[in-house]
């Protein structure tokens, strides 16, 4: 695509036109029905980001979680103080580093996978589109995703 000369429908100012609400929208209706698979599980969408993340490697720091999920400490914090506070987590200042602080899954937490297999069949059927199309809408939203990122460290 000519990006000095973009097709009308990025031309015309008018919000249905713009990729960004696109995304903003879909976004927000995929927290929709994530917030109703979730329910059952007592977590927020965030939260869990942040135990499938622990699920595939427990004892993982702070900013690790942080780099993986894209969140700041200033988001982190408060929702993993939160999480334990729920029993879902643990917090642990390091042994090797004490600025660091270790996130480990307790029980509870590490039983929430077995619950949440359900999950990601329910959303792919909420789609309501071939897996095929989904692994694609996937690939070019991480490309995206990266396409953006580098022009903002540019």
């Known amino acids: ?7 009308a429908l990025f031309a015309v100012p008018r919000l249905e036109n713009q990729l960004c609400f696109s995304l903003y929208a879909a ?6 029905v994530y917030r109703r698979l979730l329910k059952p599980l007592g977590v927020t969408y965030l939260q869990y980001l942040v135990l499938m993340v622990l699920w595939q490697r427990d004892g993982l720091t702070v900013s690790a979680i942080g780099d993986e999920l ?3 400490s200033a988001t982190l914090t408060p929702l993993l103080k939160r999480m334990e506070a729920a029993k879902l987590l643990r917090r642990q200042r390091s ?8 996130i480990w899954l307790t029980p509870e937490g590490a039983g ?3 619950a949440a297999k359900s ?14 199309e989904l692994v694609g809408l996937k690939r ?8 953006l990122n580098s022009s903002v460290q540019e």
């Open 1 to 7: 695509m000519d990006t000095k000369n973009p097709p």
């Open 27 to 32: 976004g927000l209706a995929m927290n929709k």
């Open 70 to 72: 894209s969140l700041d």
């Open 95 to 102: 042994q090797a580093d004490e600025r660091q602080v270790e």
């Open 112 to 114: 929430l996978q077995k």
């Open 119 to 132: 999950i990601q069949p329910a959303i792919v059927e909420a789609c309501g589109c071939p897996v095929d």
């Open 140 to 147: 070019s939203l991480d490309l995206l995703r990266e396409q």
